[in-house]
């Protein structure tokens, strides 16, 4: 099953509703209830993303992330002197992984060429990578 970013809040609000169908049930609807209430517990502990974040796709037709120049680009090729930071890669057939992009072809985290992909998996979407968590070390 895929992850997906949900607003919690309108959730929320449905659990709510779904809640007070059941209440009113004749029968067993106090009992149903219960594993609406254990959805909302569920949810009431799930982490978060600020809503600030910057973490949603974007459709590579429309953004593309930016870019800066290095002075060693890939090969010694100037085509590639603009790069991208490194982001999450999302491909037309579903995979996902991370990747850069250099100048305006994209490149999977093996290093490889995946703008020229002989298969047609070309990548759809690109998203930010997230901060690290709080109190961890980068090494």
């Known amino acids: 099953?895929?992850?997906?970013?949900?607003?919690?809040?309108?959730?929320?609000?449905?659990?709510?509703?779904?809640?007070?169908?059941?209440?009113?049930?004749?029968?067993?609807?106090?009992?149903?209830a219960k594993i609406v209430e254990m959805v909302e517990k569920m949810l009431s502990v799930a982490p978060t993303v600020e809503p600030e974040?910057?973490?949603w796709w974007r459709d590579v037709k429309?953004?593309?992330?930016p870019r800066?120049?290095?002075p060693c680009p890939r090969g010694n090729n100037p085509e590639y002197a603009e790069v991208s930071?490194?982001?999450?890669?999302?491909?037309?057939d579903g995979n996902q992984t991370?990747?850069?992009?250099e100048g305006n072809s994209?490149?999977?985290?093996l290093g490889r060429c995946v703008s020229e992909n002989p298969a047609?998996?070309?990548?759809?979407?690109?998203?930010?990578?997230?901060?690290?968590?709080?109190?961890?070390?980068?090494k």
């Open 62 to 65: 429309v953004e593309l992330p």
């Open 53 to 55: 974040s910057n973490l």
């Open 85 to 92: 930071d490194t982001v999450w890669l999302y491909y037309e």
């Open 106 to 109: 994209w490149f999977d985290d």
């Open 68 to 70: 800066h120049h290095t």
């Open 1 to 32: 099953m895929k992850q997906r970013m949900i607003n919690s809040i309108d959730f929320a609000l449905q659990l709510r509703t779904m809640k007070s169908c059941l209440l009113g049930a004749p029968g067993c609807g106090k009992d149903r």
């Open 120 to 138: 047609g998996c070309r990548v759809s979407h690109w998203m930010p990578l997230p901060e690290p968590p709080k109190g961890t070390d980068e």
């Open 98 to 101: 991370e990747g850069t992009l």
